[in-house]
């Protein structure tokens, strides 16, 4: 824990803004990203039961996305050429097939059952809320809205439309400033260690790791970051 985060807590000073991460956070990404895998490799005639082969592909080519190496719809295209081991698809083919697996992943969004009371405690507490995600707005406020996570006072703020992704500095900074307060006054609060903790830390901001019992830890952390297993821990933090 940072001397300065550390010294905050135990000052017991209030953060006026929580910035939250939307997959893995609020949001149960990994199951509709299995179940969707399963059912449009059934569509296509593969062979189910490689999620964690598609898993894989999706990290390589999203952080090729968060590193500016692509398009967050390049990243989309490759990840289904290199699944389906089709390299020579058009990108207008791929993104084709590669819907079949969308519509089942949108399907089956669901938030965490922690993820809305910690939005309304901090909302409560008098913080200001939002959602830095590393993902297109209108895909991201539709996952909000089904998943009844969607708040007028909570911002959501998408870094396609950025233009620049997290760990970039410049996605906090432009979050920063949407929320009008100060890297000091923030909390970011999420499951990447890059995204969501050391990206913040290095740009001033206090952040907390999330480790959610059903999910690995991310493999980027060191071993005695600690780590909460419920975001029923930031709203004590805000209480603090």
């Not at 010294?7 to 509709?32: E, I, K, P």
Request: proline share 5%.
């Amino acid at each position: 824990m940072p001397a300065s985060r550390g010294a905050r807590l135990r000052c017991g000073l209030m953060y006026r803004a929580v910035l939250f991460d939307l997959d893995g956070t609020l949001v149960d990404h990994a199951s509709a990203a299995r179940i969707g895998v399963d059912a449009w490799c059934q569509t296509l005639g593969l062979p189910t039961g490689q999620w964690q082969r598609w898993h894989e592909i999706e990290q390589k080519w999203f952080t090729r996305f968060e590193n500016g190496e692509v398009s967050h719809v390049g990243q989309r295209v490759e990840r289904c050429k290199e699944f389906l081991g089709r390299p020579s698809l058009t990108d207008d083919e791929a993104l084709e097939l590669y819907e079949g697996y969308l519509s089942v992943y949108r399907s089956q969004w669901r938030a965490y059952d922690d993820a809305r009371p910690a939005l309304t405690a901090a909302l409560d507490a008098g913080v200001r809320v939002g959602i830095l995600t590393n993902g297109a707005e209108k895909l991201q406020r539709a996952k909000l809205e089904r998943t009844g996570l969607l708040i007028d006072a909570v911002l959501l703020i998408a870094t396609v439309e950025l233009g620049v992704a997290k760990p970039h500095p410049a996605a906090y900074a432009a979050a920063l400033e949407r929320l009008g307060v100060g890297a000091e006054e923030t909390l970011v609060v999420g499951d990447s260690w890059a995204n969501d903790v050391a990206g913040p830390r290095a740009v001033g901001i206090d952040a907390l790791l999330l480790q959610r019992a059903d999910q690995p830890r991310d493999p980027a952390a060191p071993p005695d970051e600690p780590a909460m297993d419920t975001l029923v821990g930031v709203i004590d933090q805000l209480r603090a």
